[in-house]
């Protein structure tokens, strides 16, 4: 199934709590992994995470530098992160998924994360991570079966209603 919205979160899942240290770090090992995952099941990468405040446009000249560098591993494997979700203060993520989601029906989703305190409410279309590992081939392997269980879901429904 193509168009396939894969919200993720950077700090956690790109890179481990112990590379924090310095901020807007990326782990090149644990993001072209990602990248791969993403490519290999054609899902369109949305930025959830605080580095989206940084990110202007798919290629915008004027996103941060480490937008920029994100966005060269993402052009490696053929992708852009085609949006963000949008900034709502105070309000948790599953939130800020649902407000995108809502002005962009019509396609499934998943959602990556290592924070599960960012969320309200927690569906079967969002995947917890372990910031201290990062995404692994085990999280590769359980985001496959999420993904093969959102897919039959969404073609179920009318609308692949959010969160």
Same mark, same amino acid.
């Given at each position: 199934? #193509? *168009?396939?919205? $894969? =919200? &993720?979160?950077?700090?956690?899942? @790109? ?15 644990? #993001? *072209?992994?990602? $990248? =791969? &995952?993403l490519?290999?099941?054609? @899902? ?69 994360d ?20 990062g ?29």
């Amino acid at each position: 199934m #193509a *168009n396939r919205y $894969c =919200f &993720f979160n950077v700090d956690g899942l @790109l890179n481990k709590k112990s590379d924090w240290k310095k901020p807007f770090t990326l782990n090149y090992g644990l #993001a *072209n992994f990602f $990248c =791969f &995952f993403l490519a290999e099941h054609d @899902l369109i990468p949305v930025l959830t995470s605080s580095w989206r405040l940084g990110f202007n446009g798919a290629g915008d000249k004027d996103n941060a530098p480490y937008i920029k560098e994100l966005e060269a591993i993402f052009d490696s494997y053929g992708l852009k992160i085609s949006d963000k979700t949008p900034y709502l203060k105070g309000r948790p993520r599953d939130k800020e998924i649902e407000r995108f989601l809502y002005f962009h029906r019509g396609k499934d989703y998943i959602v990556i994360d290592g924070n599960p305190d960012e969320y309200e409410r927690i569906n079967d279309r969002v995947y917890f991570i372990n910031p201290n590992e990062g995404f692994t081939e085990a999280d590769a392997k359980k985001a496959d079966k999420l993904l093969a269980k959102a897919a039959a879901s969404f073609r179920s429904s009318s609308f692949g209603l959010p969160l």
